[in-house]
């Protein structure tokens, strides 16, 4: 019998060739909970066997008890208040809040196999004290009894939206943090993101019979629930259903519930069961019933450019604020247009892929999971509702250059706490991470970057995978260095900005040089157009790159030598007279995300 310790042994020689001594954690979760939808406060049980992978002997672990944010004074009402600019995700003042709209998650009765634990608690971090050393590749039983209140609905989650959703349960149960090859990551909840330890979750919910259930993982006994699951109902004691669910493979649990929720299912790709979870409402109904079919096509196009969605089900639930991704589920608010609607679901939806599969430390390289997630969404929607935009990716552009203009820009691997301010976390993550890829695609090719997409998914699919994971992979795909790139775009606020400095006449050749202005190198592709109605596009690779792109255009494309960083001029000759050029551009793909295109373009005066 192959015990999960063992799996995790044989998954760290298999990646060997790649990541030498890879470990993760591995948890699994067992609870059961009861709610009171009348005074919105919950209690459960929770089980838990934690696996240490990881070369050290653990001392203590740390819990996440997220809803303990939700409460006047908390650090994330200070954060919220302290910031340079309004963080306009927060609608309501958490300080406003009274005793009965708090959010509060309490942890009693904590053992390890059996013997009382200490704790010590820090607001959303519990630290706890283990009885015994955890060592290395031992699994130990965690047990604990808690109690909570969800809160007025701030952020994601929460009770009674806007729309009406009676319970959006996200950060909702004491979570074990992760623990990696940096040490423990115990960061307060400030309203930002997350990171998790993969696990299977066993959870059983008791609430009234009245509400309907949409929740990560399969559904257990839907012949005892019905309300859409299925068309026998059984017998309903105390007015209460139990609701269980199983969740494999995941580091993450959320669930929505209301009494009004019309319930629909579509088939998606590969036989995957689509759920469908909104508020009876005439004037939006049919946007909802329109938006199945095109779920269906967004994973299909997402399995064919990244790689095949690996459960069973997937769940949209109104609830929630926005669009917040969690593991086989999101909560997304309904009273939106149609476009909208598909917008939002081919974001959230996404991130199945970029963060639930492929599960970044969001704390860390939010720009990897929100970033890599508004690239492909961008592009499948464009492709879903026939938008045919000539350039999809110009809205992350356009951005990231007023981000630049703003003068508030910090490194992207800046912690996602850390940020100044809201704007630049914002674009950074989103706009930024996004045009990481789309200028990714000008530099090695769009078929590489292709092609890396899918084998970074294969080989990290269920692991942490950072930064550097993903380099290695673009670097075998194509052949080119990269270092420099992910250095110069995630580590630092260098910008890019080339100029055509002049272009002069030699005899029967047009000299042009070109200027480097910006900090950051680029290759460069500069198309010259002759007045024959001819064009030609001259390449010029940089040192750094050791290596260069394959000619993606049907025009003569000529290499020249590589270009040195440390040179900020370059100069290269056409073996044609300068009067017959009508006008030459710097990038006329528009790809690489030069912040001064005027300087760009050269135009021949007669």
Known sequence: MITKTCLFILLSLSLSAYSQNYWQQAVDYKMEVDIDVKTFKYSGKQELLYTNNSPDSLKKVFYHLYFNAFQPGSEMSERIKTGKDQNKRFGIDIDSLEPSEVGYLKVSNLKQDGNVLKHELSETILEVL????????????LTLNFEGQVPKLVRRAGRNSSEGVALSMAQWYPKLA???????????????????????????????????????????????????????????????LK???????????????????????????????????????PKYNENWKNLQPKTAELMRFFNQTIGKY?????????????????????????????????????????????????????????????????????????????????????????????????????????????????????ISAYSKGSVFLSQLGYIIGEDKLSKTLKEYYRLHKFKHPVPNDFRRVAERVSGIQLKWYLTDWTQTTNTIDYSIKSVKADGSRALINIERIGSMPMPLEVLVNFKDSTSEIHYIPITLMRGEKENPYSVKWTVHKDWPWARPEYEFAINRPKSDIVDIYIDPSYYMADINRENNAYLNQP
Do not use: C
Not at 134 to 139: A, D, F, I, Q, R
Not at 213 to 229: F, K, T
Not at 244 to 269: N, Q
């Open 130 to 141: 283990l009885s015994k050393p955890l060592m290395p590749g031992e699994t130990t039983k």
């Open 178 to 240: 992760e623990y990696d090859y940096e040490g423990w990551n115990a960061e307060p909840y400030l309203g930002r993101e997350f990171h998790g330890v993969w696990g299977d979750f066993d959870v059983t919910l008791t609430l009234d019979k009245k509400y309907v259930v949409a929740a990560s993982g399969y559904l257990q006994n839907p012949d005892e629930v019905g309300h859409g699951y299925s068309e026998k109902r059984g017998k309903q004691k105390k007015g209460k």
């Open 243 to 281: 609701w269980h669910f199983l969740a494999p493979r995941v580091h993450d649990f959320t669930w929505s519930a209301d009494p009004e929720y019309i319930h629909d299912t579509h088939m998606g790709p590969n036989n995957v069961l689509l759920h469908f979870f909104y508020k009876d409402n």
């Open 310 to 426: 690996p459960y069973r089900q997937y769940t949209v639930a109104q609830g929630g604020d926005g669009g917040m991704e969690y593991a086989m589920l999101t909560l997304i608010t309904g009273y939106r247009s149609f476009e909208s609607l598909v917008g939002v679901t081919a974001h959230e939806l996404a991130h199945s892929w970029f963060q639930h599969v492929l599960a970044t430390n969001e704390m860390k390289y939010e720009w990897m999971d929100e970033g890599f997630t508004t690239y492909i969404s961008t592009l499948a929607k464009d492709r879903i509702l026939n938008e045919n935009n000539f350039f999809p990716l110009q809205r992350s552009y356009d951005s990231y250059f007023y981000l630049v203009r703003s003068g508030k820009e910090q490194p992207q691997q800046t912690n996602a706490n850390r940020y100044d301010y809201n704007l630049a976390y914002e």
